[in-house]
């Protein structure tokens, strides 16, 4: 009970601050908004009068709209020009984006189609593709890079010394 009286205390008062801001000021004042938005307070939390709670804020965020509207023209030119160039750049951004998430989820589809087709069915063309492609990352393989290189190391090593045993024998025999 003494919540409820309370209450209608809060609201009758919040309601003649309103009636009197709209008097001094006009109906279109920035402070006949904060009497509104302080009225949409005290109706939503005690759960009543909810039309009238969502109209009031609608009529409250109007007036800031206008409020900041008639501001915003005070500003100076320059100011603004940087405001739409700052605005159509992140909207360029926003765009951009999207256009390269749209690519990227367009590659991942054709990889996985083309896996998916190398792998499963593949033609067998796609089979000389495939060995030809596991041929290449097998040689790109840090670890059968250096495989390699000791393979051909040794065989380099190896005709080194067929040519110095062929050299020595050459000198052995112009010896003789």
Do not use: W
Not at 23 to 40: R, T
Not at 74 to 91: D, M, P
Not at 92 to 102: E, I, P
Not at 152 to 176: C, L, P, S, W
Request: hydrophobic share 40%; with cysteine.
């Amino acid at each position: 009970m003494y919540k409820k009286a309370n209450f209608e205390t809060a609201i009758a008062d919040a309601e003649e601050a309103l009636r009197k801001a709209e008097e001094a000021n006009g109906k279109d004042h920035l402070s006949v908004s904060y009497c509104l938005d302080e009225i949409v307070r005290l109706l939503n939390s005690n759960g009543v009068r909810r039309l009238d709670a969502v109209n009031m804020e609608a009529r409250a965020r109007a007036i800031r709209i206008k409020h900041n509207s008639s501001a915003l023209s005070s500003v100076s030119s320059e100011v603004q020009e940087i405001s739409e160039s700052i605005k159509v750049a992140t909207q360029r951004h926003k765009q951009s984006k999207a256009r390269r998430n749209r690519l990227l989820a367009i590659v991942a589809c054709v990889c996985l189609a083309f896996v998916g087709k190398v792998m499963f069915a593949p033609s067998p063309s796609e089979l000389k593709a495939r060995e030809a492609f596991m041929k290449t990352a097998n040689e790109i393989n840090p670890a059968t890079m250096v495989k390699n290189m000791l393979d051909k190391g040794k065989t380099a090593a190896k005709e080194v010394e067929e040519a110095n045993k062929k050299h020595n024998d050459e000198i052995e025999k112009f010896m003789q």
